[in-house]
């Protein structure tokens, strides 16, 4: 069992910056794949990006991979979502997931998530 608990969440102007953490505890973490979803109102969950705890292989979404940035610190089990150049249409809850399997797109593919952190960007 893995247990994630997501923060850093919050309002935001258009432009800005924030830096989400995802906290990982329970099992081995650094066998797992954590990755970053988003979910909108009305609108499917969507994957932002993913690392593997133990290659350190990263991927990401074609529509962020130029202003977000995963990373981990292994001492602390947390993993970060560095997003920048902030805009109103990335309004959404935020969600880290983890899984065992590999660096996923699929939230089918994931085992284990966290309860979600707002971020609400405005104009």
């Known amino acids: 069992q893995v247990q994630l608990v997501e923060s850093g969440g919050g309002l935001v102007q258009v432009g800005g910056s924030l830096r989400l953490s995802c906290a990982a505890s329970?099992?081995?973490?650094?066998?797992?794949?954590v990755g970053w979803f988003r979910q909108a109102p009305g609108k499917e969950r969507e994957f932002l990006a993913a690392?593997?705890?133990?290659?350190?292989?990263?991927n990401y979404a074609d529509s962020v991979k130029d202003r977000f940035t995963i990373s981990r610190d292994n001492a602390e089990n947390t993993v970060y979502l560095q997003m920048n150049s902030l805009k109103p249409e990335d309004t959404a809850v935020y969600y880290c997931?983890?899984?065992?399997?590999?660096?996923?797109?699929?939230?089918?593919?994931?085992?284990?998530w966290g309860q979600g952190t707002q971020v609400n960007v405005s104009s």
């Open positions: 690392t593997s705890w133990s290659s350190g292989r990263t």
């Open positions: 997931a983890a899984n065992y399997r590999g660096l996923y797109y699929s939230t089918a593919r994931y085992d284990y």
């Open positions: 329970g099992r081995t973490i650094s066998s797992y794949t």
